[in-house]
């Protein structure tokens, strides 16, 4: 875990964000990544998944249920939002590399899931429904056992990574290509502008908050 006297972000004060009541703060995630849930494979996959979507750059839920092998070339995740179809590109961290290799299913076949969220291409968004709605009832226990209200959700991990990230002090348009919300053609822009400078290291230092033991 990061020492309080080592966080980068200490001395920067910035005012709310509108979706702060929606976000933990940094003491909030650091505990969540640091609970230790080895008793219980369930929950543990379900907080894995969550971190996930943290590090990932808010990577929403139904993106990590849809992702696939080939969506991971040598140190990079590619993979468009399904939502909105906007491109996205991930540096793989450290973080990001772990929960993959612990969660992910050891296939080398690229169309398949990385996860396993969806196992075959029968009723794909009810094995994603139900999947979420999993995921959210084990986040709620989680909640209550760290005491966190209102109860987490898999879109928590979004709200946080942006609320961080602006806390850090990255420019809302580095954000908003992190979290795939401008155009398509400002997002390739984006992309090529910042993949391995302000935005891969806004998220690398997002990820290294949480730095587990």
């Known amino acids: 875990m990061v020492p309080p006297c080592d966080y980068p972000f200490k001395e920067i004060c910035t ?3 509108k979706t702060v009541k929606r976000a933990l703060d940094r003491e909030q995630m650091v505990k969540l990544a640091c609970l ?4 219980d494979a369930e929950l543990k996959r379900s907080l894995d998944l969550f971190l996930f979507g ?20 040598g140190n990079r995740i590619i993979y468009r ?13 450290p973080q990001i590399k772990s929960i993959i290799d612990e969660h992910g299913n ?3 076949n690229a169309e398949e899931y990385v996860f396993s969220v969806i196992k075959n291409n029968a009723n794909e968004y009810t094995q994603y429904r139900t999947a979420l709605g999993r995921t959210n009832r084990h986040l709620k226990i989680i909640s209550a056992k760290l005491k966190i209200d209102p109860p987490l959700t898999t879109y928590t ?9 602006r806390e850090y002090g990255a ?22 502008e910042l993949d391995l400078a302000p935005l891969h290291r806004i998220n690398k230092m997002v990820n290294n908050l949480l730095e587990r033991k």
Not at 54 to 73: E, P, R
Not at 81 to 93: A, E, M, P
Not at 157 to 165: D, G, N, S
């Open 15 to 17: 005012k709310p964000c």
């Open 36 to 39: 230790s849930l080895h008793s």
């Open 81 to 93: 939002r399904h939502k909105s179809k906007q491109l996205i590109q991930i540096v793989i961290t």
């Open 171 to 192: 420019p809302v348009s580095a954000i908003s290509a992190g979290l795939g919300h401008t155009k398509e053609e400002m997002t390739l822009v984006y992309l090529k």
């Open 54 to 73: 943290f590090y990932a750059q808010g990577m929403a839920f139904v993106d990590i249920a849809y992702l696939k092998w080939k969506n991971i070339s």
């Open 106 to 108: 050891n296939t080398n």
């Open 157 to 165: 991990a979004r709200h946080t990574w942006a609320t961080l990230a």
